[in-house]
């Protein structure tokens, strides 16, 4: 295991925000296609976009494990001491937060495209994943035997799921933005500097002038 740093190591840094822009560009992306995929100008459009977002999703279930191993098996730097408790705690819990939605709303994604049941036109509707255009991505087994209505009660649940994090990853993206901000601009720490290593200098430059 390797020793605890300063600042995340480059791997995590690169994983941190290639996941980050995919997920805030999935986002839009995802509302859009919903509406459009019921407007005969928009539908073939709004196809495209499905494959796409399918696409970029499990490229995102991918790039978040691997970051998930990645953080198990290196170590973070450490927060600022001088970080009230309930910051500290803040902090962490936001981490697991983003943990959960970096893995739970491509899964959700999964899961529902492999019911093979269309909420949009509310009929089955078995459209096949294909990874970039380069290769088919199986279903996740269990829901092709399926009733009809089993299909269904599963689609829109994971639908619905999938949804109501895209919304929390918005509210808690918009608080960890903030935080981070907070601590470059106002506390004047390393913080943000622990993902963006050029501004380490600036950083300890202001704590130093404080």
Avoid at 94 to 106: A, K
Avoid at 162 to 180: Q, R
Wanted: net charge positive; charged share 10%; aromatic share 12%.
């Amino acid at each position: 295991m390797a020793a605890r740093t300063d600042r995340y190591t480059i791997v995590a840094i690169t994983l941190h925000w290639l996941i980050a822009i995919c997920i805030l560009n999935m986002i839009p992306m995802g509302l859009w296609m919903t509406d459009a995929i019921n407007v005969p100008e928009t539908k073939s459009s709004a196809y495209q976009a499905f494959q796409l977002h399918k696409s970029i999703g499990l490229t995102i279930l991918v790039l978040s494990i691997l970051r998930l191993i990645w953080r198990l098996t290196h170590k973070p730097p450490p927060l600022n001491p001088l970080m009230p408790a309930w910051e500290k705690f803040a902090a962490n819990a936001t981490h697991t937060l983003f943990y959960v939605i970096m893995i739970g709303l491509p899964l959700t994604g999964w899961l529902y495209v492999s019911t093979g049941w269309s909420f949009a036109y509310n009929m089955a509707l078995n459209v096949p994943t294909v990874w970039f255009g380069q290769f088919t991505v199986p279903h996740i087994p269990g829901f092709a035997e399926a009733p009809k209505e089993t299909k269904e009660a599963a689609a829109v649940g994971f639908l619905k799921t999938h949804e109501l994090l895209a919304y929390f990853t918005l509210a808690l993206a918009a608080l960890h933005i903030a935080a981070a901000l907070k601590h470059h601009f106002v506390s004047r720490d390393d913080t943000l500097a622990h993902m963006l290593p050029f501004l380490r200098r600036k950083a300890n430059q202001n704590i130093t002038q404080s």
